[in-house]
Nanobody
Framework: QVQLVESGGGLVQIGGSLRLSCAAS????????MAWYRQAPGKEREFVAF???????FYADSVKGRFTISRDNARNTVYLQMNNLKPEDTAIYFC?????????WGQGTQVTVSS
């Protein structure tokens, strides 16, 4: 139903900031619940944040107060602003779109946090 492409990952220092973007196809983007997940090597996929079509947001405890999810429905894009980054934030970050019974995933973008 929707194709997702993540971008904005890279190498950042501890305490630094990074903004991830997820560009979506289709005219129904505004109806999807959009979310970010992450997966570190050897670890299970972990929920990070979601944003509903109306703008309501929810965050995992591990990122609350540091990360902000937002969306621009006119641009079919969801963002993840990451501040005060820690080494444990190092992971591949995946964009997710849910509408009814469908769940769609992007290919992911790598975030590495180090000194």
């Amino acid at each position: 139903q929707v194709q997702l492409v993540e971008s904005g990952g890279g190498l950042v220092q501890i305490g630094g900031s990074l903004r991830l973007s997820c560009a979506a196809s289709g005219r129904t983007f505004g109806y999807y619940v959009m979310a970010w997940y992450r997966q570190a090597p050897g670890k299970e996929r972990e929920f990070v944040a979601f944003i509903r079509s109306g703008g309501d947001t929810f965050y995992a405890d591990s990122v609350k107060g540091r990360f902000t999810i937002s969306r621009d429905n006119a641009r079919n894009t969801v963002y993840l602003q990451m501040n005060n980054l820690k080494p444990e934030d190092t992971a591949i970050y995946f964009c997710n779109a849910v509408l009814g019974g469908s769940s769609n995933w992007g290919q992911g973008t790598q975030v590495t946090v180090s000194s």
